[in-house]
Every structure is written in C-alpha cells, then in structure tokens.
C-alpha cells in the first residue's frame, strides 16, 4: 500500500462554501477506496496563464490503497485511474482550475475539470 493525496479547498474562488461537496467527496472515498484521513492546510498557487495568485485554506484527503489494483465493482479501472477522475469531478463541481493530486507513486497532477461529453450531430 501507498498514500495519495487529494487537496480540496474548503471554499470556491468566488467565496462560496463548498461543504456539501466535501461531504460527497467524503463519500466517494470511502465508496471508492475504503477510507481517507484528512487535515486542514493553506497554501497558494499562481495561475501561470493568468498571473492571478489564489490562497486557500483546504482539506488534504489521504487516501492509502494499492493503486495498481481494480476498483471494485469496476475491474478495468485501477484505483490510481480512479482517483484522479475523482478529483476531475471535483474540480469540475467546486468550480476549480484545477486540484492537486498526489498519486501513490509519487507523481503530481494538477486535475483540470472534467469536461461532460455530448453527443454532437
């Protein structure tokens, strides 16, 4: 087993709680990989892009799980596939640019939102 981390600010960019989501992130951690702990943390990043500077007071998820292995009930997604669709969601629904991912091997990712797929004719 490894740990992972997922970083999720306790508030949006415009300032609005993002309680409920934490909750349901909350769920779907334990649904997904048994449990988390968490702790609170602040930091603060720069959009290269933008040049703007964004602060945060967050919640870091630490997630430990072999990350090489199926998810249960989906046996062709491994856990680490799983966790970084996790914080896609997430980034998508807290209205981020993105969230920090630490895999259980190491590596960094910041997650851009997800994009919904549509159909187009």
Known sequence: ?????????????????????HASLQRDLVDS??????HES?????????????????????IAANWNEA???YPLITKAEKLESIARDYAAKCR???????????????AT????KTNQA
Not at 33 to 38: E, H, T, W
Not at 96 to 110: D, S
């Open 96 to 110: 981020q640019v993105c969230l920090y991912v630490r895999h259980g091997n190491g590596e960094i990712v910041f």
């Open 42 to 62: 602040n930091g603060a990043w720069r959009d290269d892009s933008t040049g703007q500077i964004y602060r945060d007071v967050s919640t870091v998820y630490t």
């Open 1 to 21: 087993m490894r740990e992972a981390i997922i970083i999720l600010p306790k508030k949006d960019n415009a300032k609005k709680s993002l309680r409920n989501e």
């Open 113 to 116: 939102p997800a994009i919904a």
């Open 71 to 73: 998810v249960p009930n």
């Open 33 to 38: 990989f048994g449990g988390f702990s968490s």
